[in-house]
C-alpha cells in the first residue's frame, strides 16, 4: 500500500523557518510534489521535484524563500521554507506522480498527482 508519510509542521513567527519532509513507501515515483491549503481556498501549487534529475519548479509567491529537495539514499523529499509569511499559513500536502509529465503546467495541477499525505498544519504568526 502506498503512503505519504510528512512530518515537520508547527507553529512559528513570521521571519522564521521550517523543514517539512516526505517520506514515501510502497513505490517509486517520478515527480513528488508541494500543495498547501488554506482555510475557505483551493489547494495551491507550491513546489515540485523530478525523482531522478532532481528539476524543480515552484510557485512565484515562495520562489526564493523556499526550497525543494531530496534524499535519495532516505527516500525523502523535503521542503525547507524560509523566511516564512502570515500567508504562508496551510495545511501542506505532500504529493506524488507515478509518471513523467511532460507539459509544464501540468506540474501546478493537483490533479496530476495519484497519491497524497495526510497535510502538516503550518502557522505563522505575525
Known amino acids: 500500500q502506498v503512503q505519504l508519510v510528512e512530518s515537520g509542521g508547527g507553529l512559528v513567527q513570521a521571519g522564521g523557518s521550517l523543514r517539512l519532509s516526505c517520506a514515501p513507501s510502497?513505490?517509486?515515483?517520478?515527480?513528488m510534489g508541494w500543495f498547501r491549503q488554506a482555510p475557505g481556498k483551493e489547494r495551491e501549487f507550491v513546489a515540485t521535484?523530478?525523482?531522478?534529475?532532481?528539476?524543480?519548479n515552484y510557485a512565484d509567491s515562495v520562489k526564493g524563500r523556499f526550497a525543494v529537495s531530496r534524499d535519495i539514499a532516505k527516500n525523502t523529499v523535503f521542503l525547507q521554507m524560509n523566511s516564512l509569511k502570515p500567508e504562508d499559513t496551510a495545511v501542506y500536502f505532500c504529493?506524488?506522480?507515478?509518471?513523467?509529465?511532460?507539459?509544464?503546467?501540468?506540474?501546478?495541477?493537483?490533479?496530476?498527482?495519484?497519491?497524497w499525505g495526510q497535510g502538516t498544519q503550518v502557522t505563522v504568526s505575525s
Open positions: 504529493a506524488a506522480r507515478p509518471n513523467p509529465l511532460y507539459y509544464r503546467p501540468d506540474y501546478f495541477r493537483a490533479d496530476r498527482y495519484d497519491y
Open positions: 510502497g513505490r517509486t515515483f517520478s515527480i
Open positions: 521535484i523530478s525523482w531522478s534529475g532532481g528539476s524543480t
